[in-house]
DNA sequence: AATCGGTGTGATGAAGTTTTGAAAATTTTT
DNA sequence: AAAAATTTTCAAAACTTCATCACACCGATT
């Protein structure tokens, strides 16, 4: 789910904003001045930062070109006055949409999903254990960059421990996470998929580390020689 | 250098838009009402158009979806009303901004950019994926060379395969944008038109990898091993 | 060392998907 | 208005994947 920074010094605005953007589901974090912004950016990435133009100790310009030297993540900017100056000004440093205030919620939120849309689609999204590489928008998996077909179910199961890597699963939460809640099945099936999947992992078989009596945890370790 | 197709039922308003697109650098067309958007939009590929909503014949949201069936193009709208309603609507038909008139013609041009900048996809007047090239002005597709006479629905599918070479489609993805988002129809349709474009690519047929349980992915590989 | 509960494995038929051919429906061309 | 081309529907066939089972295996506990 996407992150929002939302940088306000007003608190009612920010409040506003949050409400609408945790309704939509996204993960929001907020600042209530510029150098508070801009540490937070250093620390953390996110996916959209909407930012007021003018704040007490740094104004939304500045921050934006702060943050445009490390990060190239989208800002929409909130301006109080609707002067044109500003918005060409804004629009210069690198900002991706703005809102003239008071503005509707509704708008900012569809502004957002938009730039997401945008920005989110052409990034080819891929994690990388080890030596096995998943790319999830064309759905391959490499093992030491040889591209291994893995069945469906094999994929899931991957993709899943994947995005847990490091966590002890247990077998209730794989196969309903997997398979899916209202699964009703054999003891054996997720072990037959453990050993499916662990045999074309190949050497990094041992990546699916069995937890006796739990479950499996997935994370990278020095596979045996 | 970028083309831009202008639409809008108003000679002074395209008049304008022209004349600072033109000085900006861009290659200009227009098109007075949607029909000849459209039909312009079949024949050539733009990298973004600027749409009014109101037009006597067919209006700028018809246009736009019209539009997206085939391309990705960036859209942004000119919106002679205010109205919050008008904006959502666009968004949800896939623009990627938009404009409220009065406008002025800076700003415009500013979101033009950023927007190109954005969605730097370059313009290409045709693609070539293997010995398969799709000359896109002239709608016409070779295998090594040899013109290849595609139905229509080939030639889409085919198409959005290769704008999006590379990625995993999911069946909804494909049929919502090579058929359109309202068609409902036979789950084996798609099955069926993979067919015959397999068919039509001769031994580039396994160029259309078949994700079971997923959808397809069209990807440049070695037939025959 | 024997037991016991949980885990790994190969085989197999069942279930689910995709492919294919052919015919029906629709649209376009003549 | 008929003919041709294209698109869609349908059902059987081909194919892949999956869940299940029986049994081997392992490791902890007694």
Do not use: Q
């Not at 077998?171 to 309903?176: C, P, Q």
């Not at 050497?203 to 990278?220: A, D, P």
């Amino acid at each position: 789910m996407s992150k929002i920074l939302i940088v306000d010094d007003e608190d009612k605005i920010r409040d506003i904003i949050k409400k609408y953007a945790t309704f939509d589901g996204y993960e929001v974090e907020e600042a209530s001045g510029g150098l508070e912004a801009v540490s937070k950016c250093r620390e953390k990435e996110y996916d959209i930062i909407i930012l007021d133009i003018m704040m007490p100790d740094l104004d939304g310009f500045s921050v934006c070109k702060e943050i445009r030297k490390k990060t190239n993540t989208p800002v929409i900017m909130l301006s109080a006055r609707g002067e044109e100056y500003d918005k060409i000004h804004g629009f210069e440093v690198g900002i991706d949409d703005y809102v003239v205030k008071p503005f509707s919620p509704k708008e900012l939120m569809m502004r957002v999903a938009a730039i997401l849309k945008r920005t989110s689609a052409p990034s080819t999204e891929s994690i990388e254990v080890g030596g096995i590489k998943i790319d999830f928008s064309a759905r391959i998996v490499y093992v030491d960059g040889v591209k291994t077909d893995l069945t469906p179910k094999e994929y899931d199961l991957l993709f899943y421990f994947a995005k847990n890597k490091g966590i002890a699963l247990t077998r209730e939460k794989l196969i309903s996470n997997v398979w899916g809640y209202d699964f009703y099945g054999d003891d054996r099936t997720l072990d037959t998929h453990i050993k499916l999947l662990r045999k074309n992992l190949g050497k990094y078989n041992t990546y699916i580390v069995t937890l006796r009596g739990v479950g499996y945890r997935f994370e990278e370790n020095t596979p045996e020689e």
